[in-house]
């Protein structure tokens, strides 16, 4: 029984994890296919960009809503039910006959995506205990850059060999797989009742209130810093993965094909990037919780430092090894910010605060960094346009060093 028991939360952390590599398979294919889009129809860069976009404004506009039911409701059915809908517009963008079909198709996804990081968090923080948060969570979360890997890299060579149609129907179908083994296995915790902790004076623990909720999900200054630190870096790392292979495309001269192969090593350094930095700061806070935050900052800053000089240098072996450098500490804050924001949330209002960190992440970095990027390109060429948003890591810093020293009084707090 205890080897069961101790077999079971990896059994979740496995099929959680493949499902993150299905939402982001789904999400990523679509930017090998650029040069063939291009091709067909003629796109211009910020069409281009809005395809990944859309994506990114979808998942955020919906994110809360979807976590609210997922939290009141059951956040296995609704893990079930996401992974359902992703993958059926993922095979029908596919079956797309002009732009405007497709960018729909690519919303709809979205939709089906919305609501998954903060419930597969949610269960993830249920299974494993406080100690390993950082990195069981950071390493559920770098399954969203080995799927943009995999569907950065599938969508290059499946579009070559097959068509760019064929590559959106191929990569839906595991989706569907997952979603149907997902509840079978997967036991959902009970709902926690939300409710206010006991009032000092007579030891009563009352039903939350709206502006008692609201309070938990934002009264925070460390979460709230969080919050908009980890959209800003999520900016600069959704650019990268939006746009490497194109760049390498235009600027280094290799097929698409190779392009995307290339782009795939830098992604998936920073998959080991997350793994790592959530590791690391689990291990470092240990003696100080403040350090949760703190590395987050250093390793905004690093990325600043490195993609900065990396897109100032001609293209070549030592730009591309910076870039590459650059791609491994971009995402590293991921696991740490999410497991603050668990650390300090009520219990039953879990998977909403992660829907929260989603929504800011979504509509302030992995939204507007394609479009922005697309739209900087079309005016004054894709190489200026990578070199001038990693600025953005600069702010990401500065917030989580804020945040930091707020982080054990309101930990202490909750």
């Not at 919906?62 to 059951?74: E, F, G, V």
């Not at 992974?83 to 797309?96: D, K, M, P």
């Not at 746009?243 to 192969?261: D, H, K, M, Q, V």
């Not at 922005?372 to 079309?378: C, E, F, K, N």
């Amino acid at each position: 029984m205890g080897a069961r028991s101790n077999l079971y939360p990896w059994a979740v952390f496995v099929l959680t994890f493949l499902l993150m590599m299905s939402d982001f398979i789904s999400r990523q294919v679509v930017v090998s296919t650029f040069p063939f889009l291009k091709a067909q129809w003629a796109l211009t860069d910020t069409q281009l960009g809005s395809l990944v976009s859309i994506v990114a404004l979808t998942v955020g506009l919906m994110t809360l809503p979807i976590s609210l039911l997922a939290d009141r409701w059951s956040r296995v059915k609704s893990i079930a039910a996401m992974a359902i809908v992703w993958s059926l517009a993922t095979i029908a963008c596919g079956f797309a006959g002009t732009y405007p079909q497709l960018l729909t198709l690519r919303g709809v996804i979205g939709v089906g995506e919305a609501g998954y990081g903060s419930a597969g968090s949610a269960i993830l923080s249920h299974v494993f205990p406080e100690s390993r948060r950082s990195s069981v969570i950071g390493a559920f979360l770098a399954a969203a850059l080995f799927g943009s890997v995999l569907g950065v890299m599938l969508g290059g060579v499946l579009a070559t060999h097959l068509s760019w149609q064929g590559a959106f129907i191929v990569v839906g179908i595991p989706g569907l797989v997952l979603a149907v083994l997902y509840p079978v296995v997967v036991r959902d915790y009970a709902t926690v009742a939300l409710v206010t902790q006991p009032d000092s004076a007579d030891h009563i623990a009352r039903k939350m209130r709206v502006v008692d909720g609201l309070k938990e999900l934002f009264g925070s200054s460390a979460v709230c810093l969080t919050y908009v630190g980890s959209g800003l870096q999520f900016l600069v790392q959704s650019t990268l993965i939006a746009w490497l292979p194109s760049y390498l495309n235009r600027y280094n001269g290799l097929t698409p094909e190779r392009a995307a192969i290339k782009a795939a090593m830098v992604i998936l350094l920073g998959g080991v990037g997350m793994v790592c930095g959530g590791y690391l700061a689990d291990y470092s806070s240990r003696k100080n919780y403040r350090r949760r935050l703190q590395l987050p900052a250093l390793y905004a800053f690093a990325s600043f430092i490195l993609l900065t000089t990396a897109f100032s240098l001609p293209p070549g072996s030592k730009q591309f090894f910076l870039i590459a450098l650059g791609g491994f500490v971009v995402s590293a804050h991921a696991g740490a910010a999410v497991a603050v924001i668990a650390d300090v949330t009520h219990p039953g209002l879990r998977t909403t605060a992660l829907a929260v960190q989603a929504l800011s992440s979504n509509l302030i970095g992995l939204a507007p960094g394609p479009f922005i990027v697309g739209t900087l390109s079309d005016a004054f060429g894709l190489s200026s346009a990578m070199a001038i948003i990693p600025l953005a890591s600069v702010g990401a810093a500065i917030l989580f060093q804020l945040g930091s020293r707020h982080l054990s009084r309101d930990r202490a707090a909750d």
